[in-house]
């Protein structure tokens, strides 16, 4: 998974004017490793101004299609986000790491379930997948779908969101709450806070009844979504959370900045079946010491978020920082992130073919 591949661009269009889908075009020989699953997201790498850029992006087309579309909202001074947005053009080339992440719940045609989605804003990438795949693949289930936005022309998907509603009538629920224009209830005005979810779960959904929920926007939003689905007595392993940003608040951030003592170890990364081993004296993690020892491993955020770098522990211990991305179960088959890793033990050994 670790390697890069370069694809073209294939097609660009704009869902909002300030957001850019860009579809991808897969060789022949490169459709297995770019088959995914909803949910999923990809990093792609481009040099700006002479440096490496990394950005990861959740795809929000659909597995059945064959097709790798995503879609990249444009940030005020953000780099890669306005050089997708003004500069991509169609046949452009673009590094791009096949598809990772489990934002996601396997889907069984013989299920009936009932799944609540929460976004906002460029947060509807990940979920626009979710929803058609899940609908597309179990014809008994059915999704919920409140998603806020400033006003209806920052919409992403908005057109694609109806015709889902409308091909999916009685199975498809759509809200849209909006800060900036007013509605006629309002219940769908302003933004998506801890007393509308309440509100919502009283008059939209019974909590009883959801199988699954999934939120994915501005950190305050998920955080208000998790706790109020806590008090109303949801079990953790039915909310499930995509980070686009490291957290700032309490999404698990901890509390200060975390400072590293110096330490010494051997470190050995081994990538595509090579091995390379090099000395660690430092108090950097070991992706940024790996790098200075001229090791080309993968990673995008370097937040502990997109899991980019990840890779799997074959010999002594490290302490990571932060883990927004790695589930309990991959924990404990030994995965960490290399990014807020550091050496616990004299000699660590991490493979990143995993
Ligand atoms: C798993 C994952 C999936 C993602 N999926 C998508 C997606 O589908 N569509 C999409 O548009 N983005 C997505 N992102 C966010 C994306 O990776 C970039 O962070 C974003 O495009 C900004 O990059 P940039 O280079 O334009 O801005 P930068 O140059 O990195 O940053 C510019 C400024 O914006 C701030 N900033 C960075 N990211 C955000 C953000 N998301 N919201 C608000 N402020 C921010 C930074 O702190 C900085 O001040 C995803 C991130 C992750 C980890």
Same mark, same amino acid.
């Given at each position: 998974m670790a390697k890069f591949h370069t694809l073209k661009v294939?097609?660009?269009?704009? @869902?909002?004017?300030?957001?850019?889908?860009?579809?991808?075009?897969?060789?022949?020989?490169?459709?297995?490793?770019?088959?995914?699953?909803?949910?999923?997201?990809?990093?792609?790498?481009?040099?700006?101004?002479?440096?490496?850029t990394r950005r990861s992006?959740?795809?929000?087309s659909c597995p059945i299609d064959e097709i790798l579309t &995503?879609?990249?909202?444009?940030?005020?001074?953000?780099?890669?986000?306005?050089?997708?947005?003004?500069?991509?053009?169609?046949?452009?080339?673009?590094? &791009?790491?096949? @598809?990772?992440?489990?934002?996601?719940?396997p889907l069984d045609p013989s299920n009936a379930n009932s799944y609540v989605a929460f976004t906002s804003g460029s947060g509807i990438t990940p979920?626009?997948?979710?929803?058609?795949?899940?609908?597309?693949?179990?014809?008994?289930?059915?999704?919920?779908?409140?998603?806020?936005?400033?006003?209806?022309?920052?919409?992403?998907?908005?057109?694609?969101?109806?015709a889902l509603k409308n091909r999916y009538m009685g199975r498809f629920s759509l809200y849209h709450i909006l800060s900036k224009e007013r509605q006629e209830s309002d219940l769908f005005n302003g933004?998506?806070?801890?007393?509308?979810?309440?509100?919502?779960?009283?008059?939209?959904f019974s909590t009883e009844a959801v199988d699954h929920y999934f939120t994915c926007g501005p950190e305050e939003m998920m955080l208000a979504v998790q706790s109020e689905l806590k008090k109303l007595g949801v079990p953790d392993d039915r909310i499930h959370l995509e980070l686009f940003t490291s957290p700032v608040g309490k999404l698990g951030a901890k509390e200060k900045e975390i400072t590293h003592e110096k330490a010494r170890a051997e470190i050995t990364?081994?990538?595509?079946?090579?091995?390379?081993?090099f000395p660690y004296d430092s108090d950097k993690s070991i992706?940024?010491?790996?790098?200075?020892?001229?090791?080309?491993?993968?990673?995008?955020?370097?937040?502990?978020?997109?899991?980019?770098?990840?890779?799997?522990?074959?010999?002594?211990?490290?302490?990571?920082d932060v883990n927004y991305a790695l589930e309990p179960d991959e924990l404990?088959?030994?995965?960490?992130?290399?990014?807020?890793?550091? @050496?616990?033990?004299?000699?660590?050994?991490?493979?990143?073919?995993?």
């Open positions: 294939k097609e660009l269009t704009r @869902p909002t004017e300030e957001s850019v889908a860009v579809t991808f075009e897969i060789p022949d020989e490169l459709q297995n490793d770019f088959s995914f699953t909803q949910g999923q997201h990809l990093t792609l790498k481009k040099d700006l101004n002479g440096e490496d992006y959740s795809i929000c &995503v879609a990249i909202k444009k940030l005020e001074g953000g780099a890669f986000s306005t050089f997708a947005n003004d500069e991509l053009k169609v046949g452009d080339e673009i590094e &791009v790491m096949p @598809p990772h992440g489990h934002f996601y719940v979920i626009i997948s979710i929803i058609e795949t899940t609908l597309r693949t179990e014809p008994e289930s059915e999704f919920t779908l409140f998603y806020g936005n400033r006003r209806t022309s920052t919409i992403i998907f908005q057109e694609e969101l109806e933004r998506i806070d801890s007393e509308k979810i309440q509100a919502y779960s009283r008059l939209f990364v081994v990538l595509d079946g090579n091995s390379m081993t992706l940024d010491v790996a790098f200075d020892n001229g090791a080309d491993l993968p990673y995008a955020c370097k937040g502990g978020v997109c899991s980019t770098c990840v890779c799997k522990i074959e010999e002594g211990e490290v302490e990571m404990e088959r030994g995965l960490v992130l290399s990014c807020q890793s550091y @050496p616990k033990t004299n000699k660590v050994k991490l493979n990143f073919d995993v």
